[in-house]
């Protein structure tokens, strides 16, 4: 009980629903649930069935098997009986008690909001499992409490239960096979989610169990949807760790798809679906894919600008990020890198680049516009703009207004983009090589022989930050090879540990270690030291360029990356978190699986094998 609970597993279902909890069964968040159903894919997820209580009976004894947090106490204590857990590659738990093992599974179906609870009893004949349903009925980021609204009666049938809790909200069927249905209709109140608490947010919950299923036999399943007749599935099988981690994020939205940014309550955010898709697509190989994700973006795309998300409840597209659309176009030139059909982006995206620049040129919303450097400028007062977005109340943590390093590399990558594409070739050239003169003069940091964070006017943030690591790392590069190999040496003294790039240097007097506490605490840490997985890839694919593809470097790259192998086969239970703690030792924090985290050591670790 003192580390199990902190290992959280997660099934996915293609729609951006999930089931998840701990290793024990114990549910140390609101978030997890068996079935946290989408219901408007890929948002508008609610937790319905929170979990399921057992009880194993053998003759005249009795073995709760589930374990539940309350005030003060823990109980029941099934964790006691809990022998294994593995993965396989879905959650299979092995309990054992009486002299009888009992082996749960849990997996999900793709492309329906389904969950799939498999029992196997090995023991002496005369076993009866009882099964308790727990249900919430509410919105993923919220908790319910005992109340009258919720309408106690089920519909039963051959093999199937069907309950509609609250009028206006999907039902849930519960389909089984040889098991008696007995009606309880009792609330269980007070359970309490310690990760919620830590964060300072609300933690205690009641869930009402609306029947008991009384099964007898070695072999049992429940099945969880919001289909009253769900398909017929098939045992996954396994894959590769990260490929398999890949394959968590990538789900529909209406025709075509997109990428969840986090488990558990990210939606699907541009920024993090442009740099997720090289590594979560194009490195496995799924280029219809990602054709489909860059067609999905590219009908949302508004006066020049890439939506930043899609809210959960399904309002209109916010265009709050200058950086998404910058990544658009980094998607787009790996998209070609990998596939060579510029026919479909000529065809399908290039108008839509164009109007991009131009409304660049002529400036958008936020003040984004090009200066007359040929740079690009970027933010207006309480707005954050870069992916370093945190903000609390009206305090923007870090608001980097006017020429964040990054966005400069960006900005001319994608007029280099552009230039190649070899329609009015000319005009991106000139616009890419006005911000390339302009570039080394106004950010190098000749005394720190790296690059500034930002430059705005005569100031000059010197904050030795990661962002600078993209001046070196994407395709087209503006700075010469000294100064690029200058700034990889400082990125890897100053920010690297072996689980990505901090976010600020450990000397800088805004430095934060810890990622912890109440929102307010996270937040103010969240880019003040905190450290990024994701950004693993861009540094080692800066690495192995200044190093020029040495033997010797990309052995040091192989050897980073393995200790993320290390950490997905081990603590991370087949993903990689969205941060860990700038400090050592780097516990993990934030969402338990973050899509670009996935995806950008999956592109290093194809840059690393290629020869």
Not at 87 to 99: K, N, S, V
Not at 243 to 248: E, I, K, L, S, Y
Not at 395 to 423: C, D, F, H
Request: glycine share 8%.
């Amino acid at each position: 009980m003192e580390t199990a609970p902190q290992q959280e597993w997660l099934e996915t279902n293609g729609l951006g629903g999930y089931a998840s909890s701990t290793v024990t069964g114990l549910n140390t968040r609101r978030y997890h649930g068996l079935l946290v159903a989408a219901i408007k894919p890929p948002v508008g997820r609610m937790v319905l069935l929170s979990k399921l209580e057992e009880t194993l009976v053998i003759a005249d004894r009795r073995y709760d098997l589930s374990t539940n947090r309350y005030p003060g106490v823990v109980h029941p204590r099934g964790y006691q009986f809990l022998k294994q857990f593995r993965r396989d590659p879905f959650p299979i738990l092995t309990y054992e008690a009486g002299g009888v093992q009992l082996e749960k599974s849990v997996f999900m179906v793709q492309g329906q909001n389904t969950t799939v609870i498999r029992y196997e009893i090995r023991g002496p004949a005369g076993c009866t499992l009882e099964v308790r349903p727990l249900i919430a009925f509410r919105d993923f980021h919220a908790t319910t409490r005992e109340n009258a609204a919720l309408d106690p009666r089920f519909e039963t049938g051959n093999g199937w239960v069907k309950l509609t809790p609250y009028a206006g909200l999907p039902s849930l069927y519960l389909n089984y096979a040889g098991a008696q249905v007995h009606a309880s209709g009792t609330w269980y109140r007070n359970f309490e989610y310690d990760r919620e608490r830590e964060r300072g947010l609300d933690f205690r919950e009641d869930l009402f169990n609306p029947l008991v299923l009384v099964f007898n036999g070695p072999r049992l399943v429940v099945v969880a949807s919001t289909e009253p007749a769900p398909a017929q599935f098939e045992r996954r099988k396994t894959t590769s760790a990260l490929a398999a981690a890949a394959d968590q994020f990538i789900v529909r939205r209406g025709e075509q798809h997109t990428i969840i940014a986090g488990y558990h309550w990210f939606g699907d955010w541009g920024r993090d679906t442009m740099i997720a898709l090289p590594g979560l697509t194009l490195a496995t190989g799924r280029y219809d894919i990602a054709k489909s994700i860059l067609l999905a973006f590219a009908a949302h795309v508004d006066r020049g600008m890439l939506p930043n998300r899609f809210p959960d409840v399904g309002e209109a597209p916010e265009y709050n990020t200058v950086d998404a659309t910058l990544w658009f176009f980094e998607a787009v030139r790996a998209l070609l890198e990998a596939t060579g059909d510029d026919g479909f982006v000529r065809q399908k995206l290039y108008a839509t680049l164009a109007d991009i620049v131009a409304w660049h040129e002529r400036g958008t919303r936020y003040g984004i516009h090009v200066d007359s450097d040929g740079l690009l400028h970027a933010g207006e007062p309480g707005v954050q703009l870069t992916w370093m977005d945190a903000k609390v109340g009206d305090w923007v943590v870090t608001p980097r207004s006017g020429k964040p390093v990054e966005i400069q590399a960006l900005w001319y990558n994608a007029l280099r983009v552009m230039a190649g594409l070899g329609t009015d070739s000319a005009h991106y050239t000139a616009l890419a090589d006005r911000a390339q003169a302009s570039f080394a003069p106004q950010f190098w940091n000749d005394r720190a022989q790296c690059l500034y964070d930002v430059v705005d006017g005569d100031s000059q943030d010197a904050s030795i930050r990661p962002n600078q690591i993209f001046a070196v790392s994407l395709f087209h590069k503006m700075l010469p090879a000294d100064k690029a190999k200058a700034v990889v040496d400082v990125v890897e003294q100053r920010l690297l540990t072996p689980y990505g790039l901090r976010t600020l240097a450990p000397d800088d007097p805004h430095y934060r270690g810890r990622y912890e506490g109440d929102p307010r605490s996270r937040d103010s840490a969240y880019h003040q030291g905190t450290v990024w997985p994701w950004l693993m890839g861009p540094f080692i694919a800066a690495y192995v360029d200044v190093h020029g593809r040495s033997p010797e470097a990309l052995a040091k790259a192989a050897g980073w990356l393995a200790g993320f192998e290390r950490y997905i086969s081990e603590d991370g239970l087949g993903q990689v978190p969205e941060v860990f703690d700038g400090d050592a030792p780097q516990r993990p924090g934030g969402c338990i699986a973050q899509a670009w985290s996935v995806a950008e050591l999956l592109r290093a670790a194809l840059l690393v094998s290629r020869e």
